[in-house]
Nanobody, 124 residues
Framework: QVQLVESGGGLVQGGGSLRLSCAAS????????MGWFRQAPGKEREFVAA????????YYADSVKGRFTISRDNAKNTVALQMNSLKPEDTAVYYC?????????????????WGQGTQVTVSS
């Protein structure tokens, strides 16, 4: 079992930055690939970014590529999402997810554990 707790959400003006963090506890964090997803009101959950257990591979949704950066610290059992040049359309609840497996995946169904989410609101 893996427990995930997100933090770092909040209200920011368009063009600003936020850094989300996800703290993991439970099973050995190193052998889990990690991902970030988001869900806006009235919309389906969508993939944002993912990182392999070794940090060698990262994936990004086209909508965030060049603006967001995913990273992880296996020694601290944390994964972060640095979000720059934020836009109002980035407003959503952001979820951290972990999957048993070393490869990063963009599909939500591939993930086994989910955090409770943290709200990100970008004003125009």
């Amino acid at each position: 079992q893996v427990q995930l707790v997100e933090s770092g959400g909040g209200l920011v003006q368009g063009g600003g930055s936020l850094r989300l963090s996800c703290a993991a506890s439970g099973r050995t964090f190193s052998y889990y690939a990690m991902g970030w997803f988001r869900q806006a009101p009235g919309k389906e959950r969508e993939f944002v970014a993912a990182i392999s257990w070794s940090r060698s591979t990262t994936y990004y949704a086209d909508s965030v590529k060049g603006r967001f950066t995913i990273s992880r610290d296996n020694a601290k059992n944390t994964v972060a999402l640095q979000m720059n040049s934020l836009k109002p359309e980035d407003t959503a609840v952001y979820y951290c997810a972990a999957r048993r497996g070393t490869t990063a995946q963009p599909m939500g169904e591939a993930y086994d554990y989910w955090g409770q989410g943290t709200q990100v609101t970008v004003s125009s």
